[in-house]
């Protein structure tokens, strides 16, 4: 059987995805970036190929995306995360009934793109300027609360007082206002609360310039934190689609185009 490969090089985390013939997803694997892009998006490919008992030679097409695309000149080609992320949002989004709107939290920025029935990128609107309404803002706060990130989800609903503010839209400030916080006695739980709320807010904001429509797809590793997607889902005022893989997403979609670049090849 031919396997498609997709693999997003992002700033924080490399995701590698595999498809088979018939679009299936096969496997998955997600690893830290790291300094070396080229040398770890390589490992983790082959890290997941031998996983799935596959080799190279059983790849018949691989596409690049994300930040480090560029980087990867084994590819058989490279499209952009926004192209990637749609497509794998729209064949995954299928299972819940389909999906028109796509929010993207990553490593270093955030998304919220717009799609139509077949999947193509109708407007996006992405917050590149500041890390306060991104998955490194999760990761600054957590080591100044000093928790595990994966702890995040589980402070949120153990609070058992209002949302703190968190107001500053600069990480550097917004750290400040958590160290502050703190020292004024209040507790991690409504802290951590706040920052999501904080968060949340900025997110729904970005999705509002692209319009809201339809069911909402929420992707990127922050979606993994069940705080965070409460907290979107309350701002919203409708529940999220979040898949099983939210990090894995924009690879997927780039292993359904290797498929179909492929399969269009051999027409």
Not at 158 to 175: D, G, K, M, R
């Amino acid at each position: 059987m031919n396997y498609f490969v997709g693999i997003d090089i992002g700033s924080t985390a490399i995701k590698v995805a595999v498809v088979d013939e018939a679009g299936r997803l096969a496997g998955v694997h997600v690893t830290a970036s790291g300094s070396l892009f080229h040398k770890n998006a390589k490992e983790a490919l082959a890290r997941l190929l031998t996983d799935l008992k596959l080799t190279r030679d059983d790849v018949r097409y691989l596409i690049a995306t994300g930040y480090g695309r560029k980087l990867f000149k084994e590819a058989d080609d490279s499209i952009s995360e926004i192209t990637a992320n749609a497509i794998g949002a729209h064949e995954a989004g299928k299972a819940f009934g389909g999906v028109r709107t796509i929010i993207n939290i990553g490593g270093q920025d955030s998304k919220a793109i717009q799609i139509d029935a077949d999947g193509h990128v109708v407007n996006f609107a992405m917050n590149d300027k500041c890390a306060a309404g991104t998955g490194r803002f999760l990761d600054v706060a957590a080591r100044n609360l000093e928790i595990d990130l994966e702890e995040l989800g589980d402070y949120h609903f153990n609070s058992h007082s209002a949302p703190l503010a968190i107001n500053s839209t600069c990480t550097v400030f917004a750290e400040s206002e958590i160290i502050g916080l703190l020292a004024s006695g209040h507790d991690k739980e409504a802290i951590v609360a706040g920052i999501h709320y904080s968060i949340a807010k900025r997110t729904v904001r970005l999705a509002k310039r692209v319009g809201i429509e339809d069911r909402v797809y929420f992707d990127g590793g922050p979606a993994l934190n069940k705080g965070l997607v409460a907290a979107i889902e309350d701002e919203l005022q409708r529940q999220l689609v979040v898949p099983e893989h939210p990090q894995t997403t924009t690879a997927f979609g780039a292993a359904i185009l290797a498929r179909n670049e492929y399969l269009a090849e051999q027409a």
